[in-house]
């Protein structure tokens, strides 16, 4: 007899960890399996991270670090939000914690009461849904499509408040979709939430460095509502080091004081070698990012190309992260005379057993017409993966 807390029965498995299992368990069987489901770069941390690890552990970090983040690299974090971002968050307004999801969890454990309300923007990163879940919250989408490059318009916001709503997550570069909303988009949802007193924002920006077109803009550096924004970021993928856990907030003092507090009971500091890789992540001056981010251009314009010659796809060209989200409607109802395609999940399933190609069903993104394909991959494997997608959509009738 099991005894499982409602808390975790309500939770769904990460449909992308889920399907990168999957594959996993086929490449085991001997089986040749081109895996575009998880949101990881292909490259290897830069040389210069690796050997300041290295020196961490010779030179003894072996004991517990603070609970919010070593010091300096706290005011290295300070320093880059003021650079790079146009925002001032001092010392004491960072905390830095284990990976990005880390991050955000410490702050709608921290924000959120039971049956608060919790914007999110469909297509929408698998872990925002059941994070406010966890949190006693309550998910409201706002969604949008694939004809208006996968954007919302403010007004849909405004429409989804009501006097329950406590917090917004925001998302650009946007995983899964690719979309980046420019400055004049992001105002006009800062205005809504200007308007709206009590009302946050988590700004996700993860995906900041992957940029191909335009500006990236912090929604902190709005000034209007900058006490209002919760940054999220972390080194995982503009610098190759999503296995190094380190992710990390800029927010109003009393929501760092409390993601501290919290982050003190669960986790405590997190690992002292890879907080000193992160260091000098950030203070570091090679050309590892902009080497990895034409790398990621050239594969959106290979990809996006061949993806828009198979028949029933739409497509459109992301500006950023490493995602493609291709509508697949056209194939929802078709069948190859075995299995019939009801949703986009038994779409990746189809691909993966007919194809061996590991992709992610839309539905855990909030976008069931859809699929998400991480191109953090080689040109060649990237080229044959579609043609063997092209080929298995074919028998689908």
Request: charge should be neutral; hydrophobic fraction near 40%; charged fraction near 25%.
């Amino acid at each position: 007899m099991e005894y499982l807390s409602e808390r975790i029965k309500s939770l769904s498995v990460s449909q992308t960890l889920a399907m990168a299992q999957k594959s996993r368990e086929l490449k085991d069987k001997g089986v040749d399996v081109i895996s575009l489901s998880l949101g990881e770069p292909d490259f290897n941390t830069p040389d210069y991270i690796k050997a300041a690890a290295k020196k961490a552990i010779d030179d003894n970090y072996s004991k517990y670090p603070p609970v919010p983040g070593y010091n300096d690299l706290r005011d290295a974090i300070s320093a880059k939000f003021r650079e790079e971002n146009g925002i001032t968050y001092s010392r004491e307004q960072i905390v830095v914690s284990g990976g990005g999801k880390h991050s955000l969890i410490n702050v709608i454990m921290s924000v959120i009461n039971p049956g608060d309300e919790v914007i999110i923007l469909a297509p929408y990163w698998v872990s925002y849904y059941d994070q406010i879940l966890l949190a006693g919250g309550i998910p409201v989408v706002v969604e949008a499509h694939i004809e208006n490059d996968f954007k919302v318009d403010p007004s849909q916001i405004e429409k989804a408040i009501t006097g329950r709503t406590r917090l917004i997550i925001f998302n650009s570069p946007s995983n899964p979709t690719g979309m980046v909303y420019n400055r004049a988009e992001m105002e006009k949802i800062a205005r809504v939430v200007e308007k709206h007193e009590g009302l946050f924002i988590i700004s996700d920006e993860i995906y900041e460095h992957i940029l191909f077109e335009g500006e990236h803009v912090s929604m902190a550096s709005f000034g209007f509502i900058y006490d209002r924004v919760i940054t999220v970021n972390g080194v995982s993928k503009a610098f190759a080091m999503t296995g190094w856990r380190i992710g990390y907030i800029g927010a109003p003092l009393w929501i760092s004081k409390a993601c501290d507090k919290l982050q003190g009971q669960f986790t405590s500091g997190v690992c002292s070698i890879a907080q000193r890789a992160a260091l000098a992540a950030i203070k570091g001056k090679d050309d590892s990012v902009s080497i990895m981010k034409d790398a990621f251009l050239r594969r959106r314009d290979l990809i996006c190309g061949l993806l828009k010659e198979i028949r029933g796809l739409k497509v459109r060209v992301p500006q950023g992260a490493f995602y493609v989200m291709p509508d697949i409607s056209y194939y929802l109802g078709k069948s190859d005379g075995i299995r019939t395609i009801v949703n986009s999940d038994d779409l990746a399933m189809y691909l993966l057993d007919k194809a061996h190609v590991a992709v992610v069903g839309g539905d855990a993104f909030g976008a069931p017409n859809c699929i998400r394909i991480s191109y953090a991959n080689s040109d060649d494997l990237l080229a044959e993966a579609v043609k063997r997608i092209g080929e298995a959509l074919q028998k689908l009738n």
